[in-house]
């Protein structure tokens, strides 16, 4: 359920500015290096200093002081941030494997997996990418982030937490994402180590559930299954991913902050439903979110998005949905304080974005859409759809260079079914070891719906034009937000200008006291028989002796 537009109004913006600085700044030191992390940093002290100076010596400084502490602590924590980020990019200049004498050599080199391999796709032989945490096999203690790019036969069947031993080229960064090295191998590892304990049950329970989902389902089904509950889109066909992808629905594919929230409210309402308490119920469900995260993989996209279901929890703990915009705003400073990275991640900005849209925009649209008939349960997925779609949009643009017009369509259109596919699908993935008749049956029934997503996108990406493209970076964000913002800008003006008010949209979208009609007066209902001047006359002629004395004839 959306939030009321009141909520979101009276929400605590206190740390939105704190929030807002330091992933500044991380990203200013992560693009521009020691010099921009070192200037933010430089700049957040000189601002931090003078507020200090200005609230001691202020002769206003009663009035001044709650936009001064918010200034200081805006400055001092972006600060903090800044002078990490920038120690962090000086480590990496200096890390062993990003010595002058490695960059375009073979290195022997000890790797950790961070996560899953991806294949990636095109012409030749099949290539997968998976982070890395690497070193030197000289210097094994000094370990950095890395991209690692190798051949699918050795490697894609690797398990985060594996150590590995391999014979690779090191080159510079491919992009500016806090890594020291991107890392080529053109041979299988060598010394495979066994991966830790919680990642073997969670490959057992994915291949467990893959297996049954390909017994259960169709083809195309089968596929999407695992990548819906679990993030594993090894076994998705090309035609279910270009479809997905030219109608904007390939964030369901990936594991996100909605996937978290679906599977943490299925257990708060049961739950709630066997009387346990409203705290005792935050508990156990922050118990289910770990235990969640360990089996999708706690890779820090996945921790990202945990991060953001999260956010529902210290919410309702909170007893009140504007608690959101604070919890929100303090997950998004720990995760930057955590995984720095991420301040770069196109997923963390999405993630953000969208649940930002969800609490504030959201209401609004859904209140708009009830005003003019829609109903209420359609109007929340509408308001949903457009306020995600709307953020995001610029952002896709800007990173992916594409721009999806059937995308608000298509996620209306499956909105329905992803809830039912999450809940289904993960509880059959939990009893699908103990129970496999009954975890084969529960996948049963997410056929209706698989087939209705599949369906759907298969539809909407024959559509002319499903798929646009428009230029990358920054010019084709602004392209876009100003396509958006022109329809809105229009109604303004329609509106402002006195054309909207008449007919019976502009009435309602028109909220001016002076245009209502006055409702007549109340009237007084007398009963018959029990007139107070019939029941005592001296009250009768007392109150007609009042009335003639208030209302004197023309004559006096």
Excluded at 400 to 416: M, S
Aim: aromatic share 4%; net charge positive.
């Amino acid at each position: 359920m959306i939030a009321s537009p009141s909520d979101a109004v009276g929400a605590d913006l206190r740390l939105l500015a704190p929030a807002a600085g330091c992933w500044a700044v991380t990203i200013a030191g992560a693009v521009g290096g020691v010099w921009a992390g070192g200037l933010a940093t430089l700049l957040c002290a000189v601002v931090l200093t003078a507020a200090l100076l200005a609230l001691r010596h202020s002769v206003h400084a009663r009035a001044l002081r709650p936009a001064m502490l918010l200034i200081i602590a805006t400055a001092g924590v972006s600060a903090g941030f800044g002078a990490a980020v920038t120690a962090r990019v000086v480590d990496l200049q200096h890390h062993p494997m990003a010595a002058a004498g490695l960059l375009g050599h073979k290195t022997t080199a000890e790797l950790i997996i961070g996560d899953d391999p991806r294949v990636l796709r095109g012409p030749g032989p099949p290539r997968i990418r998976v982070p890395v945490t690497a070193a030197v096999a000289s210097r094994p203690s000094d370990r950095a982030s890395a991209s690692l790019t190798a051949p699918a036969d050795g490697w894609s069947d690797l398990v985060p937490g594996q150590r590995v031993t391999a014979v690779v080229t090191v080159d510079r960064p491919y992009r500016a994402d806090l890594t020291v090295a991107s890392l080529r191998a053109t041979g299988p590892p060598r010394a495979v180590s066994r991966p830790p304990g919680y990642q073997r049950w969670a490959s057992a329970v994915r291949l467990r559930f893959a297996e049954l989902s390909r017994r259960a389902l169709p083809a195309a089904e089968s596929g999407l299954l695992p990548g819906l509950v679990l993030g594993d889109v090894s076994g998705l066909g090309d035609d279910v991913v270009d479809d997905f992808r030219r109608c904007g629905l390939t964030h369901l594919t990936a594991v996100s902050g909605a996937n978290f929230a679906i599977v943490c409210g299925a257990v708060l309402l049961v739950l709630q439903a066997a009387g346990v308490g409203r705290r005792t119920s935050a508990v156990l469900a922050a118990i289910v979110l770990a235990c969640f995260v360990v089996l999708v993989r706690p890779s820090p996209s996945v921790v990202r998005a945990a991060v953001m279901g999260a956010v529902g929890l210290l919410a309702l703990v909170a007893g009140r949905r504007s608690a959101a915009i604070p919890a929100l705003c303090a997950a998004v400073i720990v995760a930057l304080g955590v995984w720095p990275a991420l301040a770069v991640d196109p997923g963390f900005a999405l993630s953000v974005c969208a649940t930002a849209a969800l609490i504030l925009l959201a209401p609004g649209l859904r209140d708009r859409l009830s005003a003019v008939g829609v109903p209420r349960g359609v109007a929340d997925l509408l308001a949903i759809a457009l306020a995600a779609q709307i953020v995001t949009a610029p952002l896709v643009a800007m990173i992916a260079g594409t721009v999806n017009p059937v995308g608000v369509v298509a996620n209306i259109a499956v909105a329905l079914a992803v809830a039912p596919i999450t809940v289904l699908g993960t509880f059959a993935a939990a009893i699908a070891g103990p129970s496999p008749r009954m975890g084969e049956l529960l996948i049963r029934f997410c056929e209706p719906e698989l087939w209705w997503m599949v369906r759907t996108a298969d539809v909407l990406a024959g559509v002319p034009g499903a798929s646009m493209s428009v230029p990358d970076g920054l010019g084709g964000a602004c392209w876009v937000a100003l396509g958006l913002a022109a329809p809105a800008a229009g109604v303004w003006l329609w509106r402002r200008t006195g054309h909207g008010r008449t007919g019976p949209v502009g009435g309602v979208w028109h909220d001016g006291r002076r245009d209502r009609p006055t409702p007549p007066p109340a009237r007084r209902r007398r009963v018959p028989g029990r007139a107070r001047h019939l029941v005592d006359p001296r009250r009768g002629e007392l109150r007609d002796r009042h009335r003639r004395a208030d209302h004197p004839g023309p004559g006096r």
